[in-house]
């Protein structure tokens, strides 16, 4: 990838800093080529023409002491750098918690000359590494938490870019801190045992790996900003029902009984209707009111009821645990249903008190979840679940 200055050039980085040796022959081989890094990202290293030459980099230790909150240096202290200079070794740049040095001088000696030593140096590289992962594990085990129990599955149906992308980043950061980790403690431990590092390693064998991983993490990571964004904007507010063109797949409190329904304000009978590429069909619609049943008590109720319309039975499947986790706080108990034509699998819960009732009905690619107050008991499944289930199945 080339800037429209010719003397500027940029590079897919190969290897991370923590593979100290490749990335080291990694920095020469381009020098051989007449490319001659200035700054050295994680996903790009930036580089200017010249002769090709012979050039030595070394990556050390930014830090030898700290704690995981310290911010690592940008740069060496001046007295280093003057140290090193005198030696023939030039500071390049800051990545991680390493400083890139360059030595032109074929005669200069080596910035490290025993292995145990240097290993010492890297303590605070095996540190960040280590907090590294172990950080990655804890945001991935907080998110399956958080979206683990009721959300994960609707998460999937009703945002499936957004999920894909927001797991992939979540592996793919995961796997790299891995190789981080995997590197710097093999690289260490070979030092302690007298190792001399192999400057010229190959770093061909590994470099896809490595390339590919960070594209696919860096790529996720700004696909999932771009498709929450988009997904904010266009999220469908909830309207009056009356709104709503065509009828809908579900029986409303007016199918429900014979008598006379009043409803409460709009503001309380509303109907959101949303779509994705797993679920074409999403509709989420709230109502409340008093249905005046002649001679018998009126029933004062609300209805929540929650419609997809998935591309594939095993995704609707999917969903019946979310849709019941999300209202097991009201209703968690099982109940028995009557026989219900047409349906592939039901599933009935009451609360306690058996004020809430939840009823879950699938139907191929559709799935229905209707919870609904029943502050007298009368109005049980017994009596509504076949109701729901003939509008159900007439919808299909």
Not at 193 to 199: A, E
Not at 249 to 266: C, K, S, W, Y
Not at 360 to 373: F, P
Request: hydrophobic share 40%; with cysteine; proline share 6%.
């Amino acid at each position: 990838m080339k800037l429209l200055n010719k003397e500027t050039v940029y590079r897919l980085v190969p290897c991370p800093c923590y593979d100290v040796e490749a990335c080291e022959s990694w920095l020469t081989d381009m020098a051989a080529q007449g490319l001659f890094v200035e700054a050295l990202g994680r996903t790009l290293a930036r580089f200017h023409r010249g002769l090709p030459q012979t050039v030595r980099y070394r990556l050390t230790a930014a830090r030898l002491k700290g704690g995981w909150l310290d911010v690592v240096q940008s740069e060496p202290l001046s007295a280093e750098k003057a140290l090193y200079a005198e030696y023939g070794w030039e500071f390049i740049c800051s990545q991680q918690e390493f400083f890139l040095y360059a030595c032109r001088n074929p005669q200069a000696p080596e910035l490290h000359t025993d292995p145990a030593v240097q290993a010492l140096s890297l303590k605070m590289a095996r540190k960040s590494a280590w907090w590294a992962l172990i950080g990655g594990i804890a945001v991935l085990v907080v998110q399956f938490a958080l979206n683990g129990q009721g959300r994960l599955a609707r998460l999937f149906v009703e945002m499936p870019l957004l999920s894909c992308c927001m797991y992939l980043y979540f592996f793919g950061a995961l796997f790299l801190a891995f190789r981080d980790l995997y590197n710097i403690l093999r690289f260490s431990r070979r030092l302690r045992g007298g190792y001399v590092p192999d400057h010229r390693k190959n770093w061909h064998p590994t470099a896809w790996v490595y390339r590919i991983s960070r594209g696919v993490t860096t790529c996720s990571f700004f696909l999932a900003i771009l498709v929450g964004f988009s997904i904010l904007v266009q999220t469908g507010a909830s309207e009056p029902t009356k709104n709503y063109q065509g009828p809908l797949p579900f029986a409303t409190l007016q199918d429900l009984t014979d008598g006379t329904l009043v409803q409460d304000e709009d503001s309380y009978n509303t109907l959101e209707v949303r779509s994705s590429l797993l679920a074409p069909t999403i509709l989420e619609y709230r109502e409340s009111g008093v249905i005046l049943q002649g001679t018998e008590p009126p029933w004062d109720t609300s209805l929540t009821v929650q419609y997809f319309d998935t591309r594939a039975p095993w995704l609707a499947q999917l969903l019946v645990n979310d849709l019941h986790k999300e209202r097991s706080i009201l209703a968690d108990e099982p109940q028995r249903l009557p026989d219900l034509p047409g349906m592939d699998t039901a599933y009935a819960y009451s609360g306690k008190d058996g004020v809430f009732r939840q009823l879950i009905l699938v139907q191929g690619g559709r799935i229905l979840s209707v919870l609904w107050i029943d502050p007298d008991g009368t109005q049980n499944f017994d009596r509504l679940a076949p109701r729901f289930a003939e509008i159900f199945a007439a919808s299909a």
